[in-house]
């Protein structure tokens, strides 16, 4: 079995860009997943994982064969290593090297009557995790990213999300895109939103819906607004007139989970 020792090592030096930098995992295809749970959730969640690196004190290769059941590479390491690789302060000993996924509006399968989120141009790698966080606890058919900022294969994206990366149908495109895609599977869009809104919960979500939230700086930009089957607002009662976008996205998704009997 290989073994690596050195932070040196030029094989290591290019898995801390994967870490690092977006343009990297773009080019290899490929992320690195820290946690027994988070690469167990990748694997039910049909990703692929080439290599696992691991701390042959904290990790055995029995528990990894347990773990992956197709056959991949096996990599020791050592402490100084994986603090270099490791993205959490907690020390699980075990990385893997998965393959990344398509996030084409194309490869959504959606029920016949679907639930969706969508998200315009979420800047936070923390907001977009809790927005997972919530779509996996609500069971959505999909998350859509509009307009996305940042690369979702971000190892704070994974990590703020606890695994539910994987455990939810994502697909990105652009505001137009998405609008396409929404009125040609004929899903109703409601957008959270200031301008000309009703309240949420005076609308029926138990039909095809999506659920849109915008940025907490910006909002959602016009194009929403002007499509949208109808801008809804959350009431609120105290002195600011906006709250945490995931928060927004939670309380939406939560109604339209209530009135579908949960």
Not at 235 to 242: A, F, L, N, R, V
């Amino acid at each position: 079995m290989k073994q690596i020792t050195s932070i040196q090592n030029p094989f290591i030096k290019s898995l801390v860009l994967l870490q690092e930098k977006a343009k990297a995992r773009k080019q290899t295809g490929t992320f690195l997943i820290e946690g027994l749970r988070e690469i167990s959730l990748a694997i039910k969640g049909g990703y692929e994982i080439e290599t696992v690196l691991f701390l042959p004190e904290l990790v055995t290769e029995n528990q990894i064969s347990k773990l992956v059941d197709t056959p991949v590479s096996l990599i020791e390491i050592n402490k100084e290593v994986y603090q270099k690789l490791a993205y959490r302060d907690t020390t699980e000993g075990i990385l893997a090297i998965a393959k990344t996924k398509s996030m084409s509006l194309s490869d959504l399968k959606l029920s016949d009557n679907p639930l969706i989120i969508v998200a315009e141009a979420p800047e936070k790698p923390g907001n977009i995790g809790a927005v997972l966080r919530t779509a996996d606890a609500a069971n959505l058919d999909a998350v859509l990213i509009a307009n996305p900022k940042s690369d979702l294969y971000n190892p704070n994206i994974v990590r703020s999300s606890v695994g539910c990366l994987f455990t939810n149908q994502i697909a990105t495109g652009t505001t137009a895109e998405i609008i396409a895609f929404l009125k040609e599977k004929k899903i109703n869009f409601y957008c959270a939103t200031l301008q000309n809104s009703t309240s949420y919960h005076t609308q029926d979500f138990t039909t095809p819906t999506a659920l849109v939230v915008g940025t907490e700086a910006t909002g959602l930009t016009q194009d929403w607004r002007d499509a949208a089957t109808q801008n809804i607002i959350i009431p609120m009662q105290g002195e600011i007139d906006s709250m945490n976008v995931s928060v927004a996205a939670a309380i939406l998704i939560f109604e339209a989970k209530r009135q579908r009997g949960f």
